[in-house]
């Protein structure tokens, strides 16, 4: 079975003239990386001896959905994706997480009616009810993501420990929300806060994810609003300035789609966090593959947008 390689470690970094410590979630393995190892450990651990199949949904690019085709490759479970859209673009080129998951054998399904609530669970109330098939939300949202999170806080704890550090923040972007409302459950009564700020929607709807994984509103982090509404995957120019930044004075690759606005609502909140601060690196380097040609092509040096 693959590698994972727990702990990550946490690294010292300097950035705009302050201080940071970094886990590096990107550095669990090669195939494996990011949260979304972490919200899929369960799977990798623990027996399932009557599943064969994997089913999933979501975007056509999505990191979670080339994580579980790993996944499925590594347990010899067949996998099924479905998703509202694919273009004749990436049919005939396929790139990027999209490329890499159907060379792990991934099954893709594309239904346009898809993205309407009650077709989706009609479709997946099949998928669902049969018992050989093992289902798990869009984005890794999942009871059981539970699992790998609280090895990932018990990994936070010790360091601190070991470090003498009394305060501790930790900040980390959202799409689901599931891994910061993980963190944030197993660190609380350590004492230690979990800051986030909403990539996919606003600061409503990331409240409604955690929700539906958590009752208790006591144990869900403090979000942080960005500066202004950017929209989901679409390219701004700040977005890659900053990313280009980061690289430069830290010379740690991170990721296109989150970590640019993490990054900047952290930057534009650094008063309200009291105490040493931790930036969970969650990995989704294979994204980039298909992000920064679009961001090259778009604001490179010399190009009119520029
Ligand atoms: C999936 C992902 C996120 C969002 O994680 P959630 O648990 O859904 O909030 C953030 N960053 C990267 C790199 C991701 O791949």
Redo the contacts with the bound molecule.
């Keep these: 079975m693959e590698e994972i390689n727990l702990p990550t470690p946490i690294e010292p970094i300097v950035f705009r003239g302050h201080n940071f410590y970094l886990k590096r979630d990107?550095l669990i393995s090669h195939d494996f990386s990011?949260?979304?190892a972490r919200?899929l450990h369960y799977y990798l651990v623990n027996d399932f001896p009557h599943i064969k199949k994997l089913v999933s949904y979501g975007s056509n690019q999505?990191?979670?959905m080339y994580?579980m085709s790993v996944l499925a490759k590594l347990r010899g479970w067949k996998f099924t994706y479905y998703t509202d859209h694919l273009s004749e673009y990436l049919k005939i080129n396929p790139h990027g997480n999209y490329a890499k998951a159907l060379e792990n054998g991934m099954k893709i399904s594309c239904h346009s009616e898809f993205i309407s609530e009650s077709k989706n669970k009609e479709i997946l109330k099949q998928v669902q009810y049969d018992d050989g098939t093992l289902f798990i939300n869009e984005?890794?949202?999942d009871k059981e993501?539970d699992f790998g999170l609280e090895i990932m806080a018990k990994e936070i704890i010790d360091w601190q420990v070991a470090s003498s550090i009394q305060r501790l923040n930790i900040f980390?972007?959202?799409?689901?929300?599931?891994?910061?409302?993980f963190l944030q459950k197993y660190l609380k009564e350590h004492g230690i806060k979990v800051y986030?700020t909403p990539?996919?929607g606003d600061a409503a709807y990331l409240v409604q994810?955690f929700s539906l994984l958590e009752e208790d509103t006591s144990l869900y982090p403090t979000i942080v609003n960005p500066p202004k509404k950017w929209h989901f995957g679409k390219l701004y120019k700040e977005h890659y300035k900053i990313w280009l930044e980061l690289q430069k004075s830290t010379e740690i690759t991170f990721?296109l789609?989150?970590?640019p606005i993490?990054w900047q609502v952290l930057m534009a909140n650094l008063e309200k966090l009291d105490g040493a601060i931790l930036y969970v690196?969650?990995?989704?380097?294979l994204?980039n593959e298909s992000m920064l040609p679009r961001y090259e092509r778009r604001f490179k040096d010399g190009n009119e947008d520029n």
């Design positions: 990107d990011g949260n979304k919200k999505s990191n979670a994580s984005g890794g949202r993501a980390l972007p959202s799409g689901t929300g599931t891994t910061a409302l986030t990539c996919v994810q990721d789609l989150y970590d993490g690196h969650q990995g989704g380097l994204g």
